[in-house]
C-alpha cells in the first residue's frame, strides 16, 4: 500500500494513568491536537497506563514529538493485559524511535487485550511525548492510487537586526500530501467515510506513506495530519469510487 491511515485511535477512549506527571504537563496533553502540549514525567523513566475499557484489536502505535524538542524519550516499549498487573505481562513490542524525524512507529501482529502499558526511559531527567496513536489500521485492501506527493512548506519566517545577526523560527517546515484512493467499493468507501466524519477538517489523525520496497525511510513522509479540505468523491462506475484527499501536518 502506498497511503495507510491509522484512525481508530484508542487512546480517546482510555482511562489514562500515569506513573508520574509534571503538574504543568499533565498526561492529559496527549490528548490535546497540539504538538507543542506535551506530557512530561518526574523522572528518567516513567510508564503510562491505557485502560481501553474492554479487549480491543490492536496492530499499530504511532509516535510524533514536540516539533520545537525533538524526541523526549530514548526507548519505549508497549505491553499488554487482559488486567492492570504487569509484574509478567503478557505480550511486549519494542518501538523504533527515529530521532531524525522525532517519531516512532511500528506495525505488528494482532493482539487482543484490555490494557496497554508504554514504557519509556529517557536521557533527560524526564520522559515526554507529545501524541501519539494505539490502535488498528484501516484495512482498505486493494484499490490505492499510487499518485501521491509530499511537500515542505517553509513556515519560518527570518529577521536580521542592525548587526547582521539572523534569527529564525525554530519549527520551520511543515508536510501537506496530496493522495487518493482508486476505483473503491461501496464497503471500502463507508470505511473512508467514517474517518472523514469523524475527524473532519478540526481533528488529526495518523498516515504513513510508502512501504518498505518504495522507501528506505517510511518516517519522512509519515506522521499525524488534519484533513486540508473535504475530500472529493467521483463515481467513475458502477458501485466504484474515486476520492482524493490533502492533508496538512499538525504542528
Partial sequence: MSVQIYSDNFIYQSIIAASSENAQFPVSNILDPRRSKVYRSTSSSASIVFDFGETSQVDSFFLVSDKRNGLGVHTLTLEFSHTNVWSSPAASEVITLDPSYNAGFKEFPVKEYRF????????????????????????????????????????????????????????????????????????????????????????????????????????????????????????????????????????
Fill in 116 to 251: 496497554c502499558r508504554v514504557v519509556m526511559t529517557s536521557t533527560l531527567p524526564y520522559c515526554e511525548i507529545a501524541n501519539i496513536f494505539i490502535g488498528k489500521k484501516l484495512d482498505l485492501g486493494r484499490s490505492i492510487n499510487f499518485n501521491w506527493s509530499v511537500k515542505d512548506n517553509e513556515l519560518s519566517r527570518k529577521q536580521v537586526n542592525r548587526y547582521g545577526q539572523i534569527f529564525s523560527d525554530i519549527v520551520g517546515k511543515q508536510r501537506t500530501i496530496n493522495a487518493g484512493f482508486s476505483l473503491l467499493d461501496k464497503d471500502q468507501l463507508d470505511k473512508i467515510n467514517s474517518v472523514i466524519d469523524f475527524y473532519g477538517e478540526t481533528k488529526p489523525f495518523f498516515v504513513r506513506i510508502g512501504c518498505e520496497n518504495m522507501v528506505n525511510n517510511q518516517l519522512r513522509f509519515s506522521g499525524m495530519f488534519y484533513f486540508n479540505d473535504v475530500p472529493q468523491i467521483s463515481n467513475p462506475f458502477f458501485n466504484r469510487y474515486n476520492l482524493s484527499f490533502s492533508l496538512i501536518e499538525a504542528t
